[in-house]
């Protein structure tokens, strides 16, 4: 890894921190490149838990760094933090701004600095919001919110964020990033990693279903839950009185999950 990410896996949880701090950590293409390696790296490994993604003081990320070409950088990464299948954190301890807020909203759970600020400016510079934010802002903030920042281009608080569904919480920002690391320890010691997995696939596609389809995987999954090495230590673990001891895997009990069908066929 470049110093531009710093990559720390401890007690089954991941801490990726974009590190340009002179430059507010605005992305290049190198580190870019590097998150999505890093990304790739936390979705196969199965000791990593969780992920919490996050910026050197003060800031979380600037957007894209200007000194490159025009649609050089981009927050459309490989593997997206959504499609990693364990739970991705962002602890945006400081300003958000365009790609930064993009990559943020990515995530399956966001925390807030209270006196940040955040914006999808894109069109106050004569391009569009990439990152996928189309697709995430209308989802997480709905289509009233979404028009209002997108189409203004306009900055906010945390506070603001909150309200509108974009942040889980909003914090004073030293308490951000412990916030976000209690909940990634608390994810990566506590429920069964395939089903926390499923759990956050079933989320992000789930607006595409229709309710009968949802149901159905909800029944599917859980009966290949129920036959899967954790399913069968829950059982034990509540038979004995005792905590569970998960040692389940989630690269290799993986259902097929193709997405591109009406409804996603499982094994």
Known sequence: MSSELLVDVSAGVAVLTLNRPAQQNAVTPTMAAE?????????????????VITGTAPAFCAGADL??????????????????RKPVIAAVNGHAVGIGLALALQCDLRYFADDAVYGLSQVRRGVLADGYAHWTVPRLAGLANAADIML?????????????????ASLPAG??????????????NGPAPLPVALTKRLIWESLGMTPAVVGQLET????HVAKSI?????MAAFKERRPPKWTGRVSTEWPAWDASEERPSLD
């Open 35 to 51: 998150l999505s390696a890093a990304l790739h790296r936390c979705d196969i490994e199965d000791a990593i838990r969780a992920v």
């Open 67 to 84: 000194s490159a070409r025009a649609g050089e950088v981009s927050a459309t990464l490989d593997p997206p933090p959504w499609q990693v």
């Open 152 to 168: 203004t281009g306009r900055t906010f608080d945390g506070d603001e964020a909150k309200s509108m569904g974009l942040a889980n």
């Open 175 to 188: 308490e951000v990033l412990p916030t976000a690391l209690s909940v990634a320890h608390d994810i990566a």
């Open 220 to 223: 599917e999954l859980n009966t």
């Open 230 to 234: 954790d399913g069968g230590e829950a």
